[in-house]
C-alpha cells in the first residue's frame, strides 16, 4: 500500500510549506474518491519527492571518489544547512504545533497548513547530507582529502548566513514585544509566532536564491565544471518542474490558483532552482564540456607549496 491518500487539496513533499486545505490531523480516516488528474499529483509529489532527496548524494560520492573537494567551493553545502535547518524548525512548528496551526487558520479563512510529515523528514535528510558535504570542506584530513583553495567561506555566504540569523532574530524581539503573540486568533495585523515561524521559513528561500551563485562563479573562473556533480543539477531540475506541474495540477483540480499565488515561496523555489540549473547545464554541456579547467593545476601547486613547507 502506497504510504500516502490520494487527495486533491494536499501537497505532497512540498519544497516549502504550501498555504492550502489539507488532511485535519484529528485520527479520522476519511476515504476520498480520486480520478487520473488526482492520480498524477500524487505521483508527481512521489517522483520528484525522491529526485529533490536523491541529488544531496551526488556531490559528496564525487568529492569522496576524487579525495578531493577541487573545482567547488564550500559555499553551496554551507548555506545549505541553514536553508535546511530553517526548513525543518519552520515545518515542526506548522505539523506539530496547536498554536501556529490555529493562527494560520485564524489568518487563511480557517484552512490549515498542508506539511505532512515526510516534508519533515525531507528537511532532516537534506539538512544531514549537507552537514556531511560541507564536513568534508571544512575537515579535509579528516576524509583523506587534498587540500583545496574552495574550502573557506566566501565573504558573500558569511554576510548572507548571518544576516538570516540577525533577520530572524529581529522579528522574534518583535513578536515578543507584542500582546497578541499567544492568542489562538489574534487582531488582523497584529504581530504573532505564525510571523516568526514565516520568517524563519523565508531563510530557505533567501538561500536558494544565493546559493548557487558562487559555484556559478567558480565554474567561470576555472572555465570548467571538474568537480562539480551534474548529476545532482539534473536531479534538481526534474524535481524543480514536477513540483510546479504538480501545483498547476492542484490549483486546477481546487479550481482556486492561490496554491500558487498564496505560496509564492514554493512557486519561487522552483523557478529560481531551474534557472541556476540550466546554467550549470549550459556550462557543463556547452560552454566547457571537455575543459579540464585550473583546479588541478590549483592542487597541485598546493601540494607543492605544502612540501617546501615539509
Known amino acids: 500500500m502506497l504510504p500516502f491518500s490520494f487527495n486533491p487539496h494536499c501537497q505532497h513533499a512540498t519544497q516549502q510549506p504550501t498555504f492550502a486545505p489539507s488532511h485535519t490531523r484529528d485520527g479520522i480516516t476519511r476515504m476520498v474518491v480520486f480520478g487520473p488528474l488526482e492520480f498524477i499529483s500524487g505521483l508527481f509529489g512521489w517522483i520528484y519527492f525522491f529526485a529533490w532527496s536523491l541529488s544531496f548524494y551526488p556531490q559528496s560520492l564525487l568529492n569522496f571518489r576524487r579525495k578531493s573537494t577541487s573545482g567547488t567551493t564550500v559555499d553551496f553545502p554551507l548555506i545549505n544547512c541553514l536553508g535546511f535547518f530553517a526548513y525543518f ?97 489574534p487582531a488582523r495585523g497584529a504581530w504573532v509566532w505564525l510571523d516568526a515561524i514565516y520568517a524563519i521559513s523565508y531563510v530557505k528561500l533567501v538561500v536558494t536564491l544565493v546559493k548557487y551563485t558562487p559555484q556559478v562563479v567558480v565554474n567561470y573562473r576555472n572555465r570548467s565544471t571538474v568537480g562539480w556533480s551534474i548529476l545532482q543539477i539534473l536531479l534538481d531540475f526534474a524535481g524543480g518542474i514536477l513540483s510546479i506541474a504538480q501545483q498547476g495540477v492542484d490549483s486546477y483540480l481546487q479550481g482556486d490558483w492561490s496554491g500558487i499565488t498564496g505560496n509564492p515561496v514554493k512557486f519561487a523555489l522552483g523557478n529560481v532552482s531551474m534557472i541556476y540549473d540550466v546554467i550549470f547545464m549550459t556550462q557543463h554541456y556547452i560552454l566547457y564540456p571537455d575543459a579540464e579547467g585550473k583546479t588541478e593545476e590549483e592542487d597541485a601547486l598546493l601540494n607543492d607549496e605544502e612540501r617546501r613547507v615539509d
Not at 110 to 129: E, R, Y
Not at 163 to 173: E, M, Q, W, Y
Open 89 to 185: 524548525v519552520a515545518n515542526l512548528a506548522f505539523y506539530y504545533s496547536p498554536l501556529i496551526r490555529s493562527q494560520y487558520a485564524s489568518r487563511h479563512k480557517g484552512l490549515t497548513p498542508t506539511v505532512q510529515f515526510n516534508d519533515i523528514t525531507f528537511a532532516a535528510h537534506g539538512l544531514l547530507l549537507s552537514l556531511i558535504t560541507t564536513s568534508q570542506y571544512f575537515f579535509p584530513s579528516a576524509w583523506g582529502f587534498r587540500p583545496s583553495v574552495g574550502n573557506r567561506p566566501s565573504r558573500f555566504v558569511l554576510g548572507i548566513f548571518f544576516g538570516c540569523i540577525v533577520g530572524v532574530i529581529a522579528v522574534l524581539f518583535v513578536v515578543l514585544g507584542s500582546p497578541e503573540r499567544d492568542r489562538l486568533a
